[in-house]
């Protein structure tokens, strides 16, 4: 029982309910509790299944019961690639294979062609350069992503095959926009190019669509902490023959990362120790990947970025944020950039969001910096956490001051009832 006050003109006034009252508290102060939703685009949630694999006692690399594990967690890595080529693989983050693929392909002066997406493409680059390869660049607006007519011309001018590779960003995690790699293979047969197909697959594999064999993909650069739900501090490459043939002739100088070395080695990979316990997550990975499907893994990133995508779109009323990236063909699936108004902060807004309500945004990078904050939507995730983290950071905008029009969420839940009805 309540009382409810009519008012005598029949105006809609507000019960007359006594709340109880809100304790005073300042949300700087509160202590965290429950998890921490987690969404930045890398690394990335580790299931619960993968966090009790690598907490492994240390054993000895070349046991035969280890050696199962290992050529079973390396025979996955193959599958997910879609690759029956050789795969090298090195402790180090995603930028220790980047420079792998480097100096075992190269010699001091080859050039490059590196199809700029943003960040990431522009990093590669760099590091190349500090291999004292030359860098010719296919400039690319980074909302709108590269021009594949212009890739054409460009390999079609090269009549003397001075361009030895393509360094390509299948997702560029920064921008949130994808590259489609069967165009960049299309581009190189149209001109019978006999450039190496470089891709950085970091932040794709294992959540977006990759082929690396069917698509002539040379090298295919992978790390562990994105779509492989894995801690940090391992990454791979595939190699083709052709990517092999190249490293005979390579003399840029190398040793941990050589190829050569690896081959001697029982496990084709590691000079050194290997680092078993990522092996026995890497094996659970593999496993989670496989049961679930390729392709409901990639079908299941599909919906839960669509429907961040449709609750930014209802954001941007009312002067809001935006999608950074403005070409839809080219959304990716597993990260979404999004721009913030003129004159608002994105990192403010991620300090409200971690500090009061323990969410974690990625931050913009580069030149980005402040002026974008991304949802990563990859790896270990499901609706109900993609709804948690666009409702908060609605709340957050709120908190902070920024400009939306509010209701975002129910786009993004309205998008998975119907996907899920269908
Ligand atoms: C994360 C990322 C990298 C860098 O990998 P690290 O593991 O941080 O060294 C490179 N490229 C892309 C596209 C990435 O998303």
Redesign the pocket.
């Known amino acids: 029982m309540f009382d409810r006050a009519i008012q005598p003109s029949g105006a809609c006034a507000p019960p007359a309910i006594a709340l109880k009252k809100e304790p005073t508290m300042s949300a700087a102060t509160r202590i965290p509790r429950g998890r921490q939703f987690f969404a930045n ?2 690394p990335t949630n580790i299931p619960d299944s993968i966090l009790k694999a690598v907490a492994h006692v240390s054993v000895d690399f070349n046991d035969p019961a280890f050696l199962k594990v290992y050529d079973d967690a390396v025979a996955g890595v193959k599958r997910i690639l879609r690759t029956q080529h050789d795969v090298f693989l090195y402790t180090g ?4 294979a ?1 420079e792998a693929a480097l100096v075992n392909l190269f010699s001091a002066g080859d050039e490059l062609l590196v199809i700029e997406t943003g960040y ?1 493409s522009e ?2 680059a760099k590091m190349a350069q500090d291999f004292g390869l030359k860098i010719r660049t296919l400039a690319a607006d980074w909302r709108r992503g590269a021009d594949f007519a212009a890739l054409r011309a460009m390999l079609a001018a090269d009549t003397g095959h001075a361009i030895k590779a393509i360094c390509a ?1 299948q ?3 920064a921008t949130g926009m994808e590259l489609p790699l069967p165009e960049v293979r299309a581009a190189l047969q149209a001109t019978n190019h006999p450039a190496l197909l470089l891709v ?1 697959t ?2 794709s594999l294992g959540s977006m669509e990759f082929r690396m064999d069917d698509w002539g993909v040379d090298v295919a ?1 992978g ?1 562990s ?2 779509g492989l739900m894995l801690p ?1 501090g391992m ?1 791979f490459t595939g190699a083709s023959p052709k990517a092999l043939a190249a490293h005979a002739a390579s003399t840029l100088p190398k040793s941990y990362l050589n190829w050569t070395h690896m081959l001697t080695r029982r496990h084709k990979s590691f000079i050194g120790t290997v680092p078993t316990s990522l092996f026995y997550g890497l094996q659970e990975s593999v496993r989670l990947l496989e049961e679930e499907g390729l392709d409901q893994v990639f079908a299941r990133h599909a919906r839960l970025a669509e429907a961040v995508r449709r609750c930014v779109r209802h954001w941007s009323g009312n002067n809001g944020p935006q999608l950074f990236c403005l070409s839809p063909d080219r959304y990716s699936n597993s990260v979404t950039a999004v721009m913030m108004p003129e004159g608002h902060d994105g990192d403010a807004l991620r300090r409200i969001a971690l500090q009061v309500f323990n969410v974690s945004l990625g931050g913009g990078l580069g030149p980005l910096g402040g002026k974008v904050f991304r949802i990563g939507h990859l790896g270990d995730l499901n609706e109900p956490m993609i709804l948690g983290t666009l409702a908060t950071v609605e709340a957050a905008m709120r908190v902070a001051g920024v400009p939306h029009a509010p209701g975002g969420v129910n786009a993004a839940v309205e998008y998975l009832a119907d996907a899920a009805r269908s």
């Open positions: 685009p890398g983050s995603g930028h220790a980047w990431f990093s590669w960003v997702n560029e995690t950085d970091i932040s650069v790390g902490q994105k940090t990454s």
